[in-house]
């Protein structure tokens, strides 16, 4: 995969941190996106010289516009792009402030559309690969959580919608569906529970292959994705959840 250059979001912490280290080591150069410069350059220090990092909020669009133009200049080129960063939210509708409401929609939503407005020219030009870290929660509901699963929804359906806007350019897109990952998020997520131990026992029981997912089997797949091994895998939405949408 040597020459192969991908722009990550989100890539500090958890799976697209996890997808920084196994892109690393198949060797692609790599942008890597995120909010803390401390973190970031740490993560692109532990990844390998070949990793740039780029410290911008996702919400904003100049943010991926960066991202890519440091890409096309590092590395000349683009194929992958992993729109990975996100944020959840515990709360009922009810309960929801317009704050909440905003921000959800601003990272998980609008961020993937700048992401793509920002990479379609560079990803048309390689014949790449853009895949979206949407959830199995995109493709089926859950409790205490009706923003989140919303935004899931549309990050799934805006992936199926650019595979095939973009087909005719060679671009393929996926969404990758994970289920529930051991990671940062979900350990946010289970802390605005009222009994944060408990509802990780719950969840963990309700999977099929009784335990959570770690974050590194979500890389391998996006790797899979970003791969010409996935060469004619476009528009499709990807659980990877252990089972969890086939109850
Ligand atoms: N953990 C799970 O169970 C799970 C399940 C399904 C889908 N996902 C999705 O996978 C993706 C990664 O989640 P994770 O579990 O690794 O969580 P995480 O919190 O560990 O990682 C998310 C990363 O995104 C970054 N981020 C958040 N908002 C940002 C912004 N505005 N601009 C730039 N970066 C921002 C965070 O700093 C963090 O590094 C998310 O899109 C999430 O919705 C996670």
């Known amino acids: 995969m040597v020459g192969r250059a991908a722009v990550i979001t989100g890539a500090a912490s958890g799976i697209g941190l996890a997808c920084a280290e196994k892109f690393a080591a198949a060797g692609w150069g790599l942008v890597l996106v995120g909010r803390s410069v401390t973190v970031l350059d740490a993560v692109a220090a532990r990844v390998g010289r070949e990793a740039t990092p780029v410290c911008g909020d996702v919400a904003i669009a100049s943010t991926s516009r960066q991202a890519v133009a440091a890409a096309l200049e590092r590395f000349g080129r683009l194929d992958a792009v992993v729109g990975n960063a996100g944020v959840t939210l515990a709360k009922s509708v009810d309960d929801t402030t317009e704050l909440e409401l905003e921000h959800l929609i601003a990272v998980n939503v609008k961020g993937l559309v700048y992401l793509a407005q920002a990479s379609h020219a560079a990803l048309g030009r390689s014949r790449g690969s853009f895949i979206v870290m949407a959830s199995n929660k995109g493709l089926v509901a859950q409790r205490r959580s009706p923003i ?29 569906c994970p289920g529930l990952v051991d990671t940062p998020m979900l350990e946010a997520f289970l802390s605005e529970l009222p009994n944060p131990e408990l509802a990780r026992r719950e969840l963990t029981a309700e999977q099929p292959l009784g335990r959570l997912a770690r974050a590194g089997e979500c890389a391998d797949v996006a790797l899979f994705l970003a791969s010409p091994a996935s060469s004619f895998v476009s528009g499709v939405a990807l659980p990877v959840d252990g089972g969890f949408t086939a109850q």
């Open 148 to 176: 989140y699963v919303a935004t899931k929804g549309a990050a799934v359906q805006l992936a199926r919608a650019l595979a095939l806007d973009w087909a005719p350019e060679g671009i393929r897109v996926n969404a990758l």
